[in-house]
């Protein structure tokens, strides 16, 4: 079956401080890959997301490659502030098709100090 | 604001009592997902429907159900609450062709007391 493995959380940063969140997968053919975000007391809000091997998604100063080789999303930016601090979903749906569910991975909490 | 509206935002009652989860999806979008996310669990996919009808299953109770109506809003009605139903229910919807992304709304916390 399809499935999304997320590092274990919570992740503490100081401000500016590089960040990385590793997701890997498992899925029947290639699918499409998000990292949402989760604020506190709010929903859940697409971040990025790539469509095929070697895409990069982009926003907001985060960034994640398919690596088809590897299997993996993993969730990087360069220098995180204290408003970034959120619960990061990794999550995989197979293409194609409008009826595909997301199957997301645990979460990572992020806290960022200042 | 993603446009995917859900009422209500928080909603507290005993075991054993019945409660409907309302979704509005973003306008134009046919396909809407319930998901459940509770602190053991994570997220959850519940159900799907598109249009109207029901198109995929997951991990949903027996004592769950949901429906889209003609207008695409959709309801998720929970029966013979206990404890361990208390959680924050999201709805999302998507335009449901092709590859598209889905929009998540606030959620609705349940608390079962």
């Known amino acids: 079956g399809n499935s999304v493995t997320q590092m274990e959380g919570p992740v503490t940063l100081s401000e500016e401080a590089f960040l990385t969140i590793n997701c890997t997968y498992t899925?029947?053919?290639?699918?499409?890959l998000f990292w949402y975000v989760q604020y506190p007391g709010e929903g859940l809000q697409l971040l990025l997301k790539?469509?095929?091997?070697?895409d990069k998604g982009s926003n907001k100063g985060f960034e994640a490659t398919y690596r088809k080789e590897t299997t993996s999303f993993h969730l990087e930016k360069g220098s995180v502030q204290v408003s970034d601090s959120a619960v990061y979903f990794c999550a995989l749906r197979r293409k194609n098709t409008g009826f595909q569910k997301l199957v997301f991975g645990t979460g990572t909490r992020l806290l960022v100090s200042p | 604001d993603s446009g995917v509206t859900q009422t209500p935002k928080h909603l507290i009652t005993a075991t054993g009592q019945r409660v409907t989860l309302r979704c509005s999806p973003r306008?134009?979008?046919?396909?809407v997902y319930w998901y459940q996310q509770s602190l053991d669990q994570g997220l959850q996919f519940l159900i799907q429907?598109?249009?109207?009808?029901?198109?995929a299953k997951g991990n949903i109770l027996e004592r769950f159900s949901a429906q889209q109506f003609p207008d695409l809003h959709s309801e998720l009605n929970l029966s013979s609450l206990e404890l361990g139903d208390s959680a924050l229910y999201f709805c999302?919807?998507?335009?449901?062709?092709?590859?598209?992304?889905?929009?998540f709304g606030q959620g609705t916390r349940l608390t079962v007391v």
């Open positions: 306008s134009g979008d046919l396909s």
């Open positions: 899925a029947t053919g290639y699918p499409s």
């Open positions: 429907y598109y249009n109207g009808e029901e198109r």
């Open positions: 790539a469509t095929k091997a070697d």
């Open positions: 999302a919807s998507s335009s449901g062709t092709g590859d598209t992304e889905a929009f």
